[in-house]
Structure formats: C-alpha cells, structure tokens
C-alpha cells in the first residue's frame, strides 16, 4: 500500500518560516519524482516545486528564492523548506510522487496559514 504523510503545516507570521516533510511507504522512493503542490480556497491546485530522480529541480516562478525542495533517499523522505512566507502562501500543501509510465500518488495534505 502506497502512502505519502505530509508534515510539518501549521500557523506562521508573515516573514516567517516552515519546513515540510512527505514521508513515503510502499513506493520504491529513488526512481518517483517528487512534488509539492498547493491548493488555496477557491483556486486550483498549482505546482510549487519537484524534484527529479536524478535531483533536477524546478520552482513556481512565486517561490523562487525563498522556497528549497530537497530528498533524502534514504530516508524515502522529500522537504519543502519555505522562507519569508507571506499571507499569500496560504494553502493546504499536498506531496505528490509520480513516475514515467506509473502511476501518480498524493498525500493528504497540510495546511499552512500565514497570518498575524
């Protein structure tokens, strides 16, 4: 059975940061890109970072500079470091593996609010 745990959300002050984790079980972890989307209310759900097998990296254009994913294969485990957050990062954080020809997995979410 596949599962993906995300944590680490919560509440934040503008300025401040976070770090989220994604816990994988049932996937072999090494070959899956990993991602990390976000969903606000009343809006789609949007891409804001992946990271490759081979540990390329792409970034919303939104969080460039101030969010750093990163995998620890050994611990089948991928983060989202997020810095300088702002009332506009607000959302609920999902962790996504997906692979070439296989399928797509989602964890269940976690929410961030950044709030005074």
């Known amino acids: 059975q596949v599962q993906l745990v995300e944590s680490g959300g919560g509440l934040v002050q503008p300025g401040g940061s976070v770090r989220l984790s994604c816990a994988a079980s049932?996937?072999?972890?090494?070959?899956?890109?990993m991602g990390w989307f976000r969903q606000a209310p009343g809006k789609q759900r949007e891409l804001v970072a992946d990271?490759?097998?081979?540990?390329?990296?792409n970034y919303a254009d939104s969080v460039k500079g101030r969010f750093t994913i990163s995998r620890d294969n050994a611990k089948n485990t991928v983060y989202l470091q997020m810095n300088s957050l702002k009332p506009e990062d607000t959302a609920v954080y999902y962790c996504?593996?997906?692979?070439?020809?296989?399928?797509?997995?989602w964890g269940q979410g976690t929410q961030v609010t950044v709030s005074s």
């Open positions: 049932g996937i072999i972890f090494s070959i899956y890109t």
């Open positions: 996504r593996a997906t692979v070439v020809r296989g399928r797509t997995y």
């Open positions: 990271i490759t097998s081979g540990g390329s990296i």
